[in-house]
């Protein structure tokens, strides 16, 4: 099929470069013209597993193009994707106005045509209960038929953040949601080679569909919030939320995915449809406490580094040289949208902290919001050089089997703020760290020098 791709963000690239690897003939439009030079360059602005792989040969082949012109993409298209940004506004509710606008684009587009053909036109991005009909008529006021000349599909994404590429070309499910049997039976053709092991794609009403998206994210938010409250309890009453974890996780009726406790969520997805599915419940009458509560608990787990490294030094944060590793809002991404890091990181300069970060990924991005208010290395090990503690943000896989002799030498004390819990604590109080994870009790450093010599030896580059 041809395919028009409107914004080439996160989901707007990666659906444009799956759907051409899968044969698909795919144009993306972009107003920015030089994220548009860059990608006709060959270049990547977002980093995500496996894309630059699929990019590059898509590209080669012709079958992906970028463009700034809507006529380039849209006359000839099958299918046009809207994947444009819904950021949240002050009341927490979705901003339409990109996506309307361009669907107002198309329609102008198609109304000049004499013989346009049929469309679909497809929101790709995640958008409140009630978008595809707002689409539709924002269509029909220009002047085209609606089941005659096009249909709005509501098509869902759910893509992780550094998983994205697998995600797509793998989908555990596809929605669609539509009305039309048309459109239905269109877009289950553009959807059949991606799940010919069987995965289901599930044809629903518009409403639904949209509806679907909100749900899936906002329960997986309220799971990580209510293991954050159980780790927040366990601390104060001497349990260990990684035993809790194994002990529930083996009940097949909850399973073992995002009971992970941290220092709360962030990201494109889950901050922002959780704010949006809060607002709709208001927007009709309905006080959504869940979900309410799910933000308030998040909010305050972010902060939880802060007031725990202004407790570790009796308030007295002016000055003190804080190492970070990890940036990005979860690893194998650049995005830092809502990252905790970025709490912790105002919250301490806030207290007047000096801080140095380390990201594999995430410096630039970051750069964006603290320029040079903040130190940045491209060394994981450069930020600790007589810093007064390490607080670890995102779960690299570089961070779980660090040189630990390294990091105690380094650090002026060795004092680890861990928020995603690498490491076991009684180890590294072995190793004669003063270690505070989530959720574990806290085990008093080992002051035997000898012992703490012993244990280093063994588990240093372990």
Same mark, same amino acid.
């Given at each position: ?10 989901v ?19 107003? #920015?013209e ?6 006709r ?8 597993p496996d894309?630059e ?16 012109s809507y006529?380039d ?10 994947a444009?940004?819904?950021?949240p ?6 901003d339409?106005s990109?996506v ?12 000049e ?24 008529e924002?269509?029909? #006021? ?7 000349q ?5 098509n869902?994404?759910f893509?992780r953040e %550094?998983a994205a590429v697998?995600?797509?070309m ?7 949601g539509?009305?039309?049997?048309k ?6 053709r ?10 289901p ?8 569909a ?6 899936a ?8 919030s ?13 349990? #260990?939320?990684d035993k809790?974890?194994?002990?529930i ?5 909850? %399973? ?19 704010q ?10 309905y006080?959504?406490q ?12 972010r ?8 407790a570790?030094?009796?308030g007295?944060l002016?000055?003190k040289?804080?190492?970070?590793w990890g ?5 194998n ?27 594999p990924e ?10 040079d ?36 030498e380094?650090l002026?004390?060795?004092v ?9 604590p009684?180890?590294?109080a ?11 009790p ?5 002051? #035997? ?5 012993a ?8």
């Amino acid at each position: 099929m041809n395919i028009a791709i409107i914004g080439t963000g996160y989901v707007g690239l990666v659906s444009g470069t799956c759907f051409a690897e899968m044969g698909n003939q795919v144009t993306c439009v972009d107003i #920015d013209e030089d994220k548009v030079d860059m990608l006709r360059g060959g270049r990547l602005p977002i980093y995500e597993p496996d894309l630059e792989h699929y990019f590059a040969r898509n590209r080669k082949e012709g079958r992906l193009t970028f463009t700034t012109s809507y006529d380039d993409a849209v006359l000839d298209a099958d299918v046009i994707f809207l994947a444009l940004p819904t950021p949240p506004g002050e009341d927490g509710s979705a901003d339409l106005s990109y996506v309307l606008q361009a669907a107002g684009t198309v329609a102008d587009l198609l109304i000049e045509e004499d013989d346009p053909g049929y469309k679909i036109v497809v929101n790709k991005s995640t958008v409140p209960v009630g978008t595809a009909d707002r689409v539709s008529e924002t269509m029909s #006021d220009r002047g085209l038929t609606v089941g005659e000349q096009y249909d709005v599909v509501s098509n869902p994404e759910f893509l992780r953040e %550094g998983a994205a590429v697998d995600d797509f070309m793998k989908p555990d499910r596809v929605v669609i949601g539509t009305s039309s049997e048309k459109a239905a039976d269109k877009m289950t053709r553009l959807y059949e080679p991606f799940v010919r092991q069987g995965n289901p794609i599930l044809v629903v009403d518009e409403r639904s569909a949209e509806m679907i998206k909100y749900t899936a994210n906002s329960i997986l938010a309220t799971r990580i919030s209510f293991m954050n409250e159980i780790a927040n309890l366990c601390e104060r009453v001497g349990a #260990d939320v990684d035993k809790v974890r194994l002990g529930i996780s083996k009940d097949h009726r909850i %399973g073992r995915h995002f009971l992970y406790a941290g220092i709360g969520f962030g990201g494109s997805c889950f901050p922002k449809d959780v704010q949006a599915l809060h607002r709709t419940g208001r927007q009709n009458g309905y006080e959504f406490q869940i979900l309410d509560s799910v933000l308030k608990v998040n909010d305050q787990q972010r902060e939880l580094m802060v007031h725990r490294l202004d407790a570790y030094f009796d308030g007295d944060l002016e000055g003190k040289k804080i190492a970070m590793w990890g940036l990005a809002f979860k690893p194998n991404t650049d995005d830092v949208r809502e990252a905790p890091s970025h709490v912790i990181i105002e919250g301490l300069l806030e207290r007047g902290a000096d801080i140095v970060a380390f990201d594999p990924e995430a410096i630039e991005t970051t750069k964006v919001n603290f320029g040079d208010r903040i130190g940045y290395t491209e060394d994981m090990y450069a930020p600790l050089e007589e810093a007064d503690a390490l607080v670890i943000c995102t779960e690299w896989h570089e961070f779980r089997r660090p040189d630990l002799n390294r990091v105690r030498e380094a650090l002026k004390d060795p004092v680890v703020f861990d928020g995603r819990n690498l490491y076991e604590p009684s180890r590294m109080a072995e190793m004669g760290f003063d270690y505070f994870s989530i959720g574990r009790p806290h085990v008093a450093p080992q002051e #035997d020098v000898e012992a703490i010599e012993a244990a280093l030896s063994e588990n240093g580059q372990a």
